[in-house]
């Protein structure tokens, strides 16, 4: 019987090590996803396999994660196995395009682009669908991208309007005490929108778009009872809504437009009777047409690197948590 090599070069040490994983746990898994036996040396993978399209496969596919790591610099087996299908479905080039495409330059010159693969997908779902759900953890760039897209439609002049939205949820602090109107009460809220705007716009080109409507900035109570045309609309926060305030968002949308929908569902701040309109509305609107959910992962994280560690010890914990209770409740029956 045949036995079919195929050899992948790889001089970098660092590379290497990203490539094989912890514990060759990445090594491992490619090995039971193309069907190969993988033999490491110090500059070089060598790839065995009785079929010869799996070993060709598997060459090629380490030959994309080598890319794909120069851009990222992390990789786990769920990145692995994107590339994997994107390769089999001949996609892999259009990815690999959009990690050196430039979504918006900031106004001192800076390129925004996404750095990560779940970010990728993320750019293409905003380019080809009207309504995008991006769902994940802090510092995984959902809504930093979101504006950037928005930016970029708006001058190119796909739509008219850039509308940014969020639930005025308390978190843990109450504002009620604050002086001034409603517009000054909720401006905290949204400030986290205001500074995103201003690094990629401009102070001065950003308050002068306000002034003039294109740009508006306000909670989400002020949505209702609006048709959004040739707009496009940013919904923050979003696991901060009820189902009402999200059906309502939704069916804002009118001709031309565009929606965003970006929350973390780990940080729902709402009362503990009410539920979040997010987890609901990810489930019950997943099959249709025009819509796509992407959700982003903690390995999307694009800020300082303890902020991923953070992230794990939060899960750790909760999952710790959860087992207790379960355990108290077996007790219990």
Do not use: W
Not at 37 to 45: C, E, F, H, N, Y
Not at 83 to 104: C, M, N, P, R, S
Not at 250 to 256: F, I, M, S
């Amino acid at each position: 019987m045949n036995i079919y090599k195929e050899r992948v070069e790889i001089y970098d040490q660092n590379l290497m090590m990203t490539i094989l994983g912890k514990l060759d746990e990445n090594l491992k898994f490619i090995e039971k996803l193309c069907f190969v036996k993988l033999s490491v040396s110090d500059t070089a993978i060598d790839i065995f396999s009785k079929q010869e399209t799996n070993s060709k496969l598997c060459a090629e596919l380490i030959e994309n994660l080598k890319y794909i790591i120069t851009r990222q610099r992390k990789l786990d087996t769920k990145d692995i196995k994107l590339i994997y299908d994107l390769i089999k479905t001949k996609q892999i080039d259009e990815i690999k395009d959009v990690f050196d495409e430039v979504v918006v330059r900031t106004a001192s010159g800076k390129s925004i682009r996404p750095k990560t693969i779940g970010q990728i997908q993320y750019v293409n779902s905003m380019k080809k669908n009207d309504i995008v759900f991006g769902v994940g953890p802090a510092g995984t760039g959902k809504t930093y991208l979101a504006m950037a897209m928005a930016v970029n439609a708006f001058k190119k002049k796909e739509v008219s309007r850039i509308i940014l939205t969020r639930p005025a949820v308390e978190a843990g602090e109450s504002l009620g005490f604050l002086p001034g109107d409603l517009q000054m009460k909720v401006d905290p809220y949204l400030r986290p929108l205001y500074d995103a705007l201003f690094e990629i716009m401009g102070f001065d080109n950003f308050n002068k778009l306000v002034e003039n409507n294109v740009i508006e900035v306000a909670p989400l109570a002020y949505m209702r009872g609006r048709t959004l045309d040739s707009s496009y609309v940013i919904l923050d926060e979003a696991q901060n809504t009820t189902n009402e305030q999200m059906k309502m968002f939704l069916t804002r949308l009118g001709y031309g437009s565009k929606a965003i929908i970006t929350g973390d569902i780990t940080q729902i701040d709402l009362p503990g009777n009410k539920q979040s309109g997010l987890k609901t509305v990810t489930r019950i609107l997943k099959d249709i047409k025009g819509l796509d959910i992407i959700y982003l992962t903690k390995n999307d994280i694009v800020r300082h690197a303890l902020v991923q560690n953070i992230i794990d010890a939060y899960e750790r914990y909760e999952k710790e948590k959860n087992k207790r209770y379960e355990n108290k409740s077996k007790k219990k029956t």
